[in-house]
């Protein structure tokens, strides 16, 4: 029994020093990282800047790894499984006309995301041109069920949410006007804090 025991520890013992030396060749190879990228791809859109993150961690750190990373992108936009104008175009499509967010948004997000600013202009001219941005505003509003307030701690909440989806400051006080919010709760607002609004 004891030599059981003894044998069930060895092989336990060797399981786990047999993993160790495996790390290393987790690293990929141009056509494993290739077929990560189209598979990454296949899972979710992504800008090549967030792909670049993705499979940096994946190859070895230094200048050969980053060639095979450079290898595979170009490899990926060639075939147009990579395409930030795609992504930016639907990106943008799908935030003003489902979720009803305002340019500024949309444009800060997609910053993040790591599209350049050139592409990024072109995209919000083209998307917003003709919109009515209250006429957004006040479909968000709708979409979020959020009502009429009825005091400046809910008027600061309405204002905090606007912001948040990338409305301006002139719109969303002249919507709260409209709404018959005294001047006392919109002078109260002038203290709320608006900047980094990026997020709800």
Do not use: C
């Not at 013992?13 to 060749?25: D, E, S, V, Y």
């Not at 709708?142 to 009825?150: D, M, N, Q, V």
């Amino acid at each position: 029994m004891a030599w059981r025991g003894q044998s069930r520890a060895d092989r336990g013992w060797k399981l786990t020093f047999q993993r160790k030396p495996g790390k290393p060749r987790a690293f990929l190879n141009e056509a494993g990282l290739y077929d990560y990228g189209v598979k990454s791809l296949g899972r979710a859109m992504r800008t090549e800047a967030e792909l670049r993150r993705l499979m940096k961690a994946r190859v070895e750190p230094g200048e050969r790894g980053e060639a095979v990373v450079e290898a595979v992108i170009a490899r990926l936009k060639e075939q147009r499984y990579l395409d930030d104008q795609s992504y930016a175009e639907t990106y943008a499509r799908l935030r003003k006309d489902n979720e009803k967010l305002g340019q500024r948004r949309v444009r800060q997000n997609l910053q993040q995301k790591g599209v350049s600013p050139g592409l990024i202009n072109e995209t919000i001219e083209v998307r917003y041109a003709g919109s009515n941005e209250e006429a957004l505003a006040r479909e968000h509003l709708e979409r979020k069920r959020i009502r009429k307030p009825e005091n400046e701690k809910e008027t600061a909440r309405v204002m905090r949410r606007l912001v948040a989806a990338g409305f301006s400051t002139g719109v969303i006080y002249k919507i709260l006007r409209q709404w018959d919010v005294s001047e006392e709760a919109l002078s109260a607002l002038e203290s709320v804090d608006v900047d980094g609004g990026g997020g709800e």
